[in-house]
């Protein structure tokens, strides 16, 4: 069973306009997430992430907003840049689970920004 | 730059036969990790290293072995590979492997390995 989910595989922006990639999650223990954003034949790389104890977190124009009450987190883009175009996993991590504090990963969402 | 490096970028191999992905990293971070992924799913880690204290999931097949024989290298090894493990494999290491809980290191991934079963 997934603990974290991506539920829409694929998202389609213009340039200029806002990116907002949504990611759910079933275990309320995680403490922490991250934003990995992954372009074809290249490793994931590490975008920005947010602790358990804040709501918001940004990174120029990037930031991510956790709604703990709901298992909910979403990563904003802002404007968008064709650039941006790539597939992004959410991640999250258990720290005093069965996983040694290790990530779980969702399947991803691939971003696709139009000039 | 330091970085995390992956070799080869792409393996075929025999259904059957034995086959070894490598990991190097100039990081010198202490945990590195094997994570498989298939086409559309969501990295699946396999087992890591925090230092040289070797972690299995539970559910990683026995066909799975890796090796450490030094802070800057990981091996995985794949003893009789089948259809089935035809996938991208991806290394990656962080420092502390987030063991404190007061050290957010993200890992920092290689470009992977895509494996190929014939």
């Known amino acids: 069973d997934q603990q974290v989910k991506q539920n829409s595989p694929s998202l389609s922006v213009q340039e200029g306009r806002i990116s907002i990639l949504n990611c759910d999650y079933t275990n309320s223990m995680f403490d922490y997430f991250l934003w990995y954003k992954k372009y074809p034949a290249e490793g994931p790389t590490f975008l920005i992430s947010?602790?358990?104890?804040?709501d918001k977190n940004e990174d120029g124009r990037f930031t991510v907003f956790l709604n703990k009450s709901a298992k909910h987190l979403s990563l904003h883009i802002v404007p968008s840049q064709p650039g941006d175009s790539a597939v992004y996993f959410c991640a999250a991590r258990d720290f005093y689970g069965g996983s040694q504090g290790n990530l779980i990963f969702g399947k991803g969402t691939k971003l696709s920004v139009k000039p | 730059d330091a970085m995390v490096i992956q070799n080869p970028r792409y393996q075929v191999t025999q259904f059957g036969k034995p086959v070894t992905l490598s990991c190097s990293q100039t990081?010198?971070?202490?945990?590195m990790y094997w994570y498989q992924q298939k086409s559309s799913q969501a990295p699946k880690l396999l087992f890591h290293?925090?230092?040289?204290?070797?972690?299995n999931e539970a559910d990683t097949p026995d066909n799975f072995q890796s090796r450490r024989p030094n802070t800057s290298f990981c091996f995985l090894d794949i003893r009789s590979p089948g259809l089935g493990d035809a996938a991208m494999y991806l290394c990656a290491t962080s420092s502390s492997g987030g063991r404190s809980f007061y050290s957010n290191q993200p890992q920092h991934f290689g470009d992977g390995t895509r494996l190929s079963i014939l």
């Open positions: 990081l010198n971070h202490n945990v």
């Open positions: 290293y925090y230092d040289k204290d070797f972690n």
């Open positions: 947010i602790s358990s104890i804040k």
